[in-house]
């Protein structure tokens, strides 16, 4: 059974951090592009950030950039998300989401609020 399983949320200040985590099981976690996507109440969702599974390489929103950091530990199945600077705006529930070209799976989401 897939399962992406994010923790990590919570509640900060402006110009705090948090690390949110993503374990994922039941699928080669390896092989699979992994992404942090976010939504706020009544927005859509929207990538945040995202990391490849052939060479690591990374992506992020305009409005994340220096900010936020994605990184993954295959041998945990885990991704992280490290996001520094944190602002009012960000608040929104965080989703992991994992993608091959024949699957797409996400988790169930970790609220993060920051208040000002």
């Known amino acids: 059974q897939v399962q992406l399983v994010e923790s990590g949320g919570g509640l900060v200040q402006v110009g705090g951090s948090l690390r949110l985590s993503c374990v994922a099981s039941?699928?080669?976690?390896?092989?699979?592009?992994m992404s942090w996507y976010r939504q706020a109440p009544g927005k859509e969702r929207e990538l945040v950030a995202s990391?490849?599974?052939?060479?690591?390489?990374?992506n992020y929103a305009d409005s994340m950039k220096g900010r936020f950091t994605i990184s993954r530990d295959n041998a945990k199945n885990t991704v992280y998300l490290q996001m520094n600077s944190l602002k009012p705006e960000d608040t929104a529930v965080y989703y992991c989401n994992a993608r091959s070209i024949l699957n797409n799976y996400w988790g169930q989401g970790t609220q993060v609020t920051v208040s000002s």
């Open positions: 039941g699928f080669t976690f390896s092989r699979y592009g």
């Open positions: 990391i490849s599974s052939a060479d690591g390489s990374r």
